[in-house]
């Protein structure tokens, strides 16, 4: 987004996030059977899974808002279930929706929040921070008066204000027009460069394959599936397609080592082959794929069978 903060990115420590077999039941429903999941400083990490996969229940045990059956949960070196105040500064967080103070002002809103966190860290300047969200012509403006977008950029900036070390994105770009989507993006990468871990959840593929160092996918209370849109396609799908022309024909092949039958092709037709494309299944395939399997009994696919097959 426009305008810049900037910092010295802190020294590299070990994971600001680590999860071990964390359970969750409500009644005699368990809802989470043994997540496990671990993320570095600077890294950016999206959650995805399906309505009532236990995404918004795993998300609040982190943030320290509900509290686990079992497990080990540990953020910036702490069990969110004895988080401090001084703990709780160093998070950052952006719901999915909040209730705002329809009548203050953009600017005052942000430098009363940012009063909050003075006596335990340094805070953004407010109006830097206005201008990298893109609010600085609405700085005066009462947030009532704000269009949803940009009042949705107002919780962003309200989620980073206190410089967290680890900030947790709840669907941060519903509203958000396409200019300020890619705005937004540049602004996780630029959080990320400084070290901020992140942690997203999203309906939006296409966002979480832009934004994700690595990709959770979490169904039938586990975790299914963890690594890059690139990762996982290739272990879903064993073959790539390949498409090509030559000599005024369209042709198609399926092939496990693409980059092997490219090679032999160039090599028995050279520039007469035109038109080339090779595609792997796309992350909404993946997800679909997965998420299909373990909600219909078809597969025991799990992260183990995953990392069996990437060897």
Known sequence: ??????????????????VRDLRMRYGTKDVLKGVDISIAQGEVVTLLGPNGAGKTTTIEILEGFRMRSAGEVTVLGVDPARGDEVWRSRLGVVLQSWRDHGRWKVREL????ASYYAPFREPWPVDDLI??????????????RLSGGQRRRLDVAIGIVGRPELLFLDEPTVGFDPEARREFHDLVHRLADLDTAILLTTHDLD???????RILILAGGRIIADGSADALSRRVSTEAEVKWSLGGERFVHAASDPTAFVRDLFKQHGDAVTDLEVRRAS?????????????????????????EAAR
């Open 283 to 307: 992350l909404e395939e993946t997800y679909m794929r997965l998420v299909h399997e373990i909600e219909s009994g078809a597969g025991e696919t799990t992260l183990r069978e995953f990392e």
């Open 1 to 18: 987004m426009k305008g810049e903060l900037v910092t010295e990115p802190p020294p590299r420590s070990a994971a600001v996030l680590d």
């Open 207 to 213: 966002e979480a394959e832009k934004l994700a160092d």
């Open 110 to 113: 942000l430098a009363h929040f």
């Open 131 to 144: 201008r990298t969200v893109g609010l600085a012509e609405h700085a005066q403006q009462r947030v009532s």
